[in-house]
């Protein structure tokens, strides 16, 4: 933990958190200062305001400053949704798919998750850990300061415990803050035996009866996510596992109409889930049935991108709605995204949000979404000292500067890491 002065900034961004995740008419409001400063102690944000209000408090102690004229401070991006621990390579499939190819031929052809998860079986320790903390790197240059990591690519209890050791092994290895997600119900595997039902029952069962109660054992996951598709899992066995998790007092997630209506936010958002993520093809009428809630939602338009849905998640609906929203990049085995700052650039147009309401949706709504709110999110006194500096005037040069090469620092702690 070091000790900063960043002074001043054109736009200091500091988006406060008034101790409430920002929803409807909140959702895009920056709180931006002109001539901002932050002062940063042991790590901590010990002062924000104005380059006066902060120097007058602030500028006589021997601390390294930056000196931020001309360019926009942020709080540090958070990323919460990653699945950044496998193993083996995917971009032949995307290829296949610009290529005309469906979903169901990539998949009869042996790709799809489940090659990821052959893939990563396979794959030593210390590759999966090279691969993770490479990721990681990337994602730290894309302006992301904390950083939710999911497990899912093991899908049995040895493999899955495996996989979220790896993940807490990996916090060692990176100044990101970590925040560990368990994500048995990824997938159904091929290798059970039985018809597709059978088979989900039956590993509904598992994850129920043998994976959650060793995943809490072991104390390493702090949310449990859980797939709701057609497909894969019905909302019945989600609302098992997520009823399940909460006997343990572990948080839920959910990914939820990703590939079509599954009733998957009705479900994450009855269940009480902390988020649901993607809902690409939730409809309409369901977002509107279900109306303000708590449950966050978590929208990935890269994913969509290069997924090529039919549909984008409809995010103004759920703002007017008094939804919450986030916003994130879904790196995965199949997309490989992991500037967070790109695609907020990307995340305005595609679904016709303010550059407000992205950078709210990957900062602020990020954290509360990951119950880091206290530590992270936003510039106030008394949280962590994350931050990025841009280089632009306004934070709205960031959805106009499409893939150009804006981010000029990154702060964790206190400290230049980037």
Known sequence: MSDLNVVHAESLVRVHDEGVVRRGATQGELDIVADGAVAIRNGVIAAVGTTEEVLAAHGDDDVPTIDADGRCVLPGLVECHSHPLFAGERHHEYAERLG???????AARGGGIWSSVVATRSATDGELLTRAVQAFRRMMA?????????????LTVAEELRGLDLLDQARQMTPLQLVITFLGAHVVPRDLDGEFDER??????????????????QGIAEF????????????EQAMRLMH???????????????????????TAAE??????????????????????????????????LVYMTSERAKARLFIDNEVPVAIATDYCSSIHATSLLNTLATAAPWFTLTPGEVIVGATLNAAYSLGRQS??????????GDLIIVDCPHPDEICLAVGAPLLDQVVIGGEVVA
């Open 224 to 235: 449990q996510d859980v797939t709701v598709e057609k497909g894969y899992f019905t909302p």
């Open 142 to 154: 894309g302006g992301v300061t904390t950083l939710e990591v999911k497990s899912g690519y093991g």
């Open 271 to 304: 269940a009480g889930a902390v988020s649901a993520e993607h809902l690409t093809y939730t409809p309409p009428d369901e977002i509107r049935d279900v109306g303000r809630c708590d449950t966050i939602a978590v929208l990935l338009p890269i994913a969509e």
């Open 200 to 217: 989900a029952d039956h590993y509904t069962g598992l994850i129920e009866h043998d994976m959650l109660p060793a995943i809490a054992s």
């Open 375 to 384: 530590r992270c999110g936003s510039l106030d006194v008394g949280k962590r």
């Open 100 to 106: 005309g190819a469906s979903l169901a031929e990539v």
């Open 244 to 266: 399940r998790s909460r006997q343990f007092r572990l948080p839920v997630r959910v990914h939820a109409d990703a590939w079509t209506s599954s009733q998957g936010w009705r």
